[in-house]
C-alpha cells in the first residue's frame, strides 16, 4: 500500500463526509439566518430561541435524506471492501 493510495483514499473518505454533512449544515444555516433575522428585528436577544428550530430542522432533515445518506455510506464502504484485494497486492 502505498502513500499515493492512501492520500487517494482519504480524499474519497472526505468527500463522502463533506456530501453527507453538507445539507445538514445548509439547512441549519437558513434556519438560524432567519431566526438571526427575526431575533434583529424584534430586539429579541435569546441565545436559546435558536436551539429548537435548528434541532426541529436538523431531525427533519435526517428523516427526508436519511435514506439518500445511508445509501451514500454503504456503497462507500462496500466500494472500499470490493477494493481491498487490489489495494494490498
Known amino acids: 500500500m502505498t502513500p499515493d493510495v492512501i492520500t487517494m483514499i482519504a480524499q474519497e473518505t ?9 445539507p445538514l449544515l445548509g439547512a441549519s444555516l437558513v434556519v438560524g439566518l432567519i431566526i438571526s433575522m427575526f431575533q434583529a428585528a424584534t430586539s429579541i436577544n435569546e441565545q436559546t430561541l435558536t436551539f ?3 434541532l426541529a430542522t436538523i431531525i427533519s432533515t435526517l428523516m427526508i435524506l ?14 472500499l471492501v470490493l477494493r481491498i484485494p487490489m489495494l494490498i497486492g
Not at 472526505?14 to 453538507?22: C, D, F, P, R, T
Not at 436519511?66 to 466500494?79: A, C, H, S, Y
Open 52 to 54: 429548537i428550530p435548528k
Open 14 to 22: 472526505v468527500i463522502v463526509a463533506v456530501k453527507l454533512v453538507a
Open 66 to 79: 436519511g435514506p439518500w445518506m445511508l445509501q451514500t455510506i454503504i456503497d462507500f464502504f462496500r466500494g
